[in-house]
């Protein structure tokens, strides 16, 4: 039954890769021969040309190129990173340690809000954005990606800060810590794990987010999926291997992340650990 299990692990894995290994396949691929029906697993005649292509050509006459698309997504998901986990850091501690007038309330309609889905709201956040002169910047689109990810980030990190006992703290109060030193020290280390899952979510909920740059960005400030819209759509004639070096290049920046935090996600499980 093990072995099963394993082997059905192991197709399961498989069917999820191999559409990822065929796109940095087709990436390689001269675009001639891309719509062929007798394609191999490894390019016949690797080539470079599809990468050039997608990272100097502009998406569209007017319109920004692949270097500022990921300057812009870049600067967006940073501020988002930052505010998101600050602003959930903070409430989650007040939801988890504090018992105060409406705090149920508050967690059910965070709940609610998670729950409308961002398309519902389009118009409505296009007229707020607009009447705030924030249409097509770089603050304007932050704040819709920070509104968007803050009640996730809450709900999670709270389950985090509710998981660790207060009597930790407590006990590090008795053995001399003040109150903030005992947080900082004994309970801080322990939300490491909770602080790293929410900030890979508000990262990739930022840098994969479409709808909302589609409609609020335009010409120079296109972030990375809005610039691979229009760079797919920009002549009658697709130029498939550059879109899909494009779609590969966008994920780069997706792996270099993961592999920065992987090891503080692990690290962290035990940088709270107190002498027994």
Same mark, same amino acid.
């Given at each position: 039954?093990?072995?099963?299990?394993?082997?059905?692990?192991?197709?399961?894995?498989?069917?999820?890769?191999?559409?990822?290994?065929?796109?940095? !396949?087709?990436?390689?691929?001269?675009?001639?021969?891309?719509?062929?029906?007798?394609?191999?697993?490894?390019?016949?005649?690797?080539?470079?040309?599809?990468?050039?292509?997608?990272?100097?050509?502009?998406?569209?006459?007017?319109?920004?190129?692949?270097?500022?698309?990921?300057?812009?997504?870049?600067?967006?998901?940073?501020?988002?990173?930052?505010?998101?986990?600050?602003?959930?850091?903070?409430?989650?501690?007040?939801?988890?340690?504090?018992?105060?007038? #409406?705090?149920?309330?508050?967690?059910?309609?965070?709940?609610?809000?998670?729950?409308?889905?961002?398309? #519902?709201?389009?118009?409505?956040?296009?007229?707020?954005?607009?009447?705030?002169?924030?249409?097509?910047?770089?603050?304007?689109?932050?704040?819709?990606?920070?509104?968007?990810?803050?009640?996730?980030?809450?709900?999670?990190?709270?389950?985090?800060?509710?998981?660790?006992?207060?009597?930790?703290?407590?006990?590090?109060?008795?053995?001399?810590?003040?109150?903030?030193?005992?947080?900082?020290?004994?309970?801080?280390?322990?939300?490491?794990?909770?602080?790293?899952?929410?900030?890979?979510?508000?990262? *990739?909920? %930022?840098?994969?987010?479409?709808? *909302?740059?589609?409609?609020? *960005?335009?010409?120079? !400030?296109?972030?990375?999926?809005?610039?691979? !819209?229009?760079?797919?759509?920009?002549?009658?004639?697709?130029?498939?291997?550059?879109?899909?070096?494009? %779609?590969?290049?966008?994920?780069?920046?997706?792996?270099?992340?993961?592999?920065?935090?992987?090891?503080? *996600?692990? #690290?962290?499980?035990?940088?709270?650990?107190?002498? #027994?």
């Amino acid at each position: 039954m093990r072995i099963l299990f394993n082997a059905l692990a192991v197709i399961v894995f498989l069917c999820a890769v191999f559409p990822v290994y065929w796109m940095l !396949n087709l990436s390689f691929t001269p675009g001639d021969q891309i719509i062929r029906r007798d394609q191999s697993l490894i390019p016949r005649e690797p080539t470079f040309v599809n990468y050039v292509t997608a990272w100097t050509r502009p998406a569209a006459p007017g319109q920004t190129d692949f270097p500022n698309a990921l300057r812009t997504s870049l600067i967006v998901v940073a501020i988002v990173v930052v505010c998101a986990l600050l602003f959930a850091f903070l409430a989650s501690i007040a939801l988890a340690r504090f018992r105060f007038v #409406g705090r149920r309330t508050f967690i059910v309609g965070i709940l609610v809000v998670q729950m409308i889905p961002g398309e #519902g709201m389009m118009f409505t956040v296009y007229n707020l954005i607009d009447d705030l002169h924030l249409m097509n910047t770089l603050l304007g689109l932050s704040l819709v990606h920070i509104a968007a990810v803050i009640p996730f980030t809450i709900w999670t990190l709270r389950g985090f800060v509710a998981g660790v006992p207060a009597e930790l703290e407590e006990a590090a109060q008795i053995d001399g810590c003040s109150k903030q030193g005992a947080f900082w020290r004994v309970t801080f280390p322990l939300l490491a794990p909770g602080l790293v899952a929410t900030g890979i979510f508000a990262f *990739m909920q %930022s840098w994969n987010e479409f709808t *909302m740059a589609l409609l609020l *960005m335009k010409d120079q !400030n296109l972030t990375l999926p809005t610039w691979l !819209n229009s760079f797919q759509s920009a002549t009658e004639a697709t130029n498939y291997g550059a879109v899909l070096a494009g %779609s590969t290049l966008i994920c780069i920046p997706v792996v270099i992340f993961f592999l920065i935090v992987q090891g503080r *996600m692990t #690290g962290g499980l035990v940088a709270g650990a107190v002498k #027994g």
